[in-house]
């Protein structure tokens, strides 16, 4: 009985949680089972249907969505799950404790349907375990990889905080400065990891926490993603999966030697967003905005948002070129730029890049629209200087040679 009783609550908390019914009905239900349960007991969700609060399909998906959460974790050994966080496009993150060590861990538990390619499990352990070893202040730390009850489980840091994601989301445009801090922080974890050979395949907004003392947390490092993951983008039109809008090129082409430069455009996009308030590629379907990275001219953010410096457009230009020949070679080379923007000076690994970039088309045999010529402001104002003198002596000139006329003419009538 005391059983159903904290069934019923639950049901009723997730009713009101996702919106099927209000507060006040639910209070209204608790009051009619209460009257009823001397004479003939009944459970709340039926009093509800009875009110007419909810349906009997509504009750029956509150029933399933309450198994799926229910079910799955109590089967982890060593860890106590105290609720759920939060649910993604592929899996479910959980809040927890670690028993033996007292401490709070968030817990990603995978889909049944991972385990049925081997391929991606071996994967999952391989990368898993490459992340544990990673030993990063940016980086959400990865604690455990494994399997309970048919479930493949990711344990890591819990960060108590919010995500890029959220803020964006709340349609909050960064300043050059903030999101300059906050990429300098995620070219950080990426420069650990890709030095330790992993790669992050997946970094945008939602990867991209900040705790509650401001830190930035690089999230889901190592948690390997399915190569069918761009097949099935393509087909679902983004309902299963997140529309692409961070993803590099060569990703979408399902290239198989990615490696870190990926991560660079990943970020370079999130950057983007940031600075902008747009995603880069904007496309109701997730194969066209796959076509925009792969195609279409980036409309540099400085265009968009006016007030954005030179030097910051240019940097996330190179992150984002569709080639990662033209890209930063590195996250270090990255971080060179990144630190002098922030410094007020200028991008100069960006620069050798365009250059590069220039000569490799001029190779190639393509045409290069030259760049216009930098003005020396200095000279431009000599010049300036120098046409008023001349204008001025003109004018003197001019006015001697017509007194004299006037004098000539003067003494001749006289
Ligand atoms: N280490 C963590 N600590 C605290 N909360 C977390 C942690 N990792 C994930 N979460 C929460 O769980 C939610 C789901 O995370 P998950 O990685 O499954 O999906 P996502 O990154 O939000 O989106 P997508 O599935 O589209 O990649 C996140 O939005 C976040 O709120
Ligand atoms: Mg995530």
């Known amino acids: 009985m005391s059983n159903d009783t904290s069934y019923d609550t639950v049901l009723g908390k997730l009713a009101v949680e996702l919106g099927l019914c209000t507060e006040d009905e639910l209070k209204n239900s608790f009051k009619e089972q209460l009257a009823r349960s001397g004479v003939n007991p009944v459970v709340l969700p039926n009093v509800m249907v009875d009110l007419g609060y909810l349906t ?48 709070i861990v968030a817990i990603k538990i995978l889909p049944k349907r991972f385990t049925e390619n081997p391929e991606y499990v071996t994967r999952f352990y391989k990368e898993g375990k490459a992340a544990a070893k990673l030993n990063h202040n940016n980086i959400v730390q990865a604690i455990d990889v494994g399997e309970a009850g048919g479930y493949h489980y990711f344990v890591m840091e819990y960060v108590e905080g919010k995500s890029i994601y959220d803020d964006l989301a709340a349609g909050k445009v960064f300043s050059e400065q903030e999101a300059l801090d906050i990429v300098i922080q995620v070219a950080k974890a990426l420069e650990h990891a890709h030095n330790n050979g992993l790669i992050h395949r997946d970094v945008k907004p939602k990867n991209i926490m900040i705790n509650k003392e401001g830190v930035v947390k690089l999230a889901d490092m190592g948690l390997a993603r399915e190569t069918s993951d761009i097949e099935a983008a393509k087909n679902e039109a983004g309902r299963a999966y997140g529309t692409p809008y961070y993803i590099s090129p060569e990703q979408i082409r399902g290239e198989i030697d990615i490696d870190g430069r990926a991560d660079i455009y990943g970020l370079g996009a999130t950057f983007y967003h940031m600075v902008t308030g747009r995603v880069p590629f904007v496309a109701d379907d997730p194969s066209d905005v796959m076509r925009k990275h792969l195609r279409e001219e980036l409309v540099p953010p400085d265009h968009i948002n006016t007030s954005l410096s030179n030097g910051v457009s240019e940097v996330i230009e190179v992150m984002m070129a569709k080639r990662r020949e033209e890209r930063y070679n590195n996250a270090e080379e990255l971080l060179a730029d990144l630190n002098a923007v922030r410094a007020g000076q200028l991008p100069l690994q960006a620069h050798d890049k365009f250059d590069v970039s220039m000569l490799e088309k001029l190779e190639d045999g393509g045409e290069v629209q030259k760049m216009p010529e930098s003005i020396d402001i200095e000279q431009e104002k000599a010049l300036t200087n120098y046409r008023i003198v001349i204008l001025m002596l003109s004018l003197v000139a001019a006015a001697s040679i017509i007194g004299l006329i006037i004098l000539t003419i003067k003494s001749c009538s006289a």
């Open 56 to 103: 009997s399909s509504q009750v029956d998906r509150l029933k399933s969505k309450i198994k799926e959460t229910r079910g799955v974790p109590e089967q982890i050994p060593g860890y106590h799950i105290i609720g759920k966080l939060g649910k993604g496009a592929m899996a479910v993150v959980y809040k927890a404790k670690q028993i033996s060590l007292d401490r």
